[in-house]
């Protein structure tokens, strides 16, 4: 097990990302048109603003209208502030309906490469890109490799390949490069 993913700037942050799976899920739920490096630190300001762990009973169960404004802040946790807190609290639903309340039971039973990816995509706010991406990090950072794991995984760069704080300013190099051969091919 790992002690730390630095991918925020906080040390604080990127403990809890490496040390709470629904942490983790929250973070890669909130990184979507949003700096990534701030979409990971969200779950940290989340507890901190609620003053406690992240636990999914708690979250599906807080009122909607408090999550939102905890998430506005200010500052805001996200870009979409309240659609995201209805996205955090739809995964935080489903992972007590269907996980027990226990984030790790997404990956922790899958069965092979090909059941994570499925299930991750299953969560909402987890398109084909997010699940795919979210095996990499299982696989590559968190040493959870079932069967297959590899197949499932972004075969492009991505928040799994980040190994240091300052891997996240190549990634965007490399994305922003992507970005612009696609461009020109189309």
């Known amino acids: 097990m790992i002690d730390s993913l630095p991918w925020t700037g906080d040390a604080a942050a990127d403990r809890l990302l490496a040390s709470d799976p629904l942490a983790l899920l929250i973070g890669m739920l909130l990184d979507q048109q949003f700096p990534m490096e701030r979409a990971f630190a969200g779950p940290h300001i989340l507890a901190t603003r609620l003053g406690r762990d992240l636990d999914a009973s708690d979250l599906s169960e807080i009122s909607e209208d ?39 039971q997404v990956w922790e039973g899958a069965a092979d490469g090909r059941d994570l990816y499925k299930r991750l995509r299953a969560l909402p706010g987890y398109g084909d890109a997010k699940a795919r991406i979210f095996v990499g990090i299982l696989g590559k950072r968190l040493g959870v490799a079932p069967p297959g794991w590899e197949e499932e995984a972004a075969d492009w760069a991505s928040i799994a390949d980040v190994a240091s704080f300052d891997d996240i300013a190549e990634l965007r190099e490399a994305k922003r490069l992507a970005k612009e051969a696609a461009k020109k091919k189309g």
């Open 66 to 104: 408090e999550l939102v404004d905890v998430f506005r802040g200010p500052p805001a946790i996200h870009r979409y502030p309240a659609s995201m807190a209805k996205r955090t609290q739809s995964l935080a639903q489903m992972i007590v309906d269907e996980y027990d309340g226990q984030p790790a």
